[in-house]
């Protein structure tokens, strides 16, 4: 039973379109993190969720809108995608007094 | 905020150890974790250790933590062509922005 789940896995679009990312987590945790990593391979936070409250928010486009309906789930809408979007993110979660991640599969965004 | 930065690149013989370093900046973390990628894939948690420790074994690893110079080391004994992937070093603070501050990655390439 997946403990982080992404979907999709894979997603290929063209510039200009809106998408979405799923996330969903079945551990009980209350924080939940999205992640980017470039194609370099660097990985940085973008957002972070505690109990549906947004607590990170680092410095992203605002094209990027989180939205966490419960504290299980955390979607990352992106508007008018681009080439630089172009990237695998990572969903994480983890219980606010724990210090362990526990990190999705990735979903990997190509934009054309 | 917190610096994590490592060395890009690790060649090494299968069967001899490899030594993966990493630095960071910031005192207040207090756990330090290893990360190992493979290729196409997540992110696999390896190993952490408490910042009041100095090392920590597990099978085949050994993480050293020199805290006055903010050191972190993995060593891999007896690597293994199955060693080779991208290993991230990454520090959690103890207050204010908790969320995992990553490294650029090792890539550790084994040859046979």
């Known amino acids: 039973d997946t403990a982080v789940s992404q979907t999709p896995k894979y997603l290929v679009t063209q510039m200009g379109n809106d998408k979405s990312i799923k996330c969903e987590q079945n551990?009980?945790?209350?924080?939940m993190y999205w992640y980017k990593q470039d194609s370099k391979k660097f990985l940085k936070i973008m957002f972070s969720?505690?109990?549906?409250?947004?607590?990170i928010n680092e410095t992203v486009p605002n094209r990027f809108s989180p939205k966490s309906p419960d504290k299980a789930h955390l979607n990352l809408h992106i508007n008018s995608l681009e080439l630089g979007d172009s990237a695998v993110y990572f969903c994480?979660?983890?219980?606010?007094?724990?210090?362990?991640?526990?990190f999705g599969a990735g979903s990997r965004l190509t934009v054309l | 905020g917190e610096d994590v930065e490592q060395s890009l690149f690790l060649s090494v013989r299968e069967g001899d150890s490899s030594v993966i370093n990493c630095t960071y900046t910031?005192?207040?973390?207090?756990?330090l974790y290893w990360y190992k990628q493979e290729p196409g894939a997540g992110l696999q948690l390896l190993t952490y250790?408490?910042?009041?420790?100095d090392m920590k074994q597990d099978q085949r690893l050994t993480v050293l933590l020199n805290k006055k110079d903010k050191h972190l080391s993995l060593r891999i004994a007896d690597t293994q062509t199955g060693d080779s992937a991208i290993y991230f070093c990454?520090?959690?603070?103890?207050?204010?922005?908790?969320?995992?501050?990553f490294g650029s990655g090792t890539r550790l390439q084994v040859q046979p």
């Open positions: 994480a979660s983890k219980d606010s007094g724990a210090n362990v991640l526990t």
């Open positions: 551990l009980g945790h209350d924080t």
């Open positions: 969720y505690n109990n549906k409250e947004l607590i």
């Open positions: 910031d005192s207040s973390s207090t756990y």
């Open positions: 250790i408490f910042s009041n420790m």
């Open positions: 990454a520090a959690l603070p103890d207050t204010g922005r908790r969320a995992l501050t």
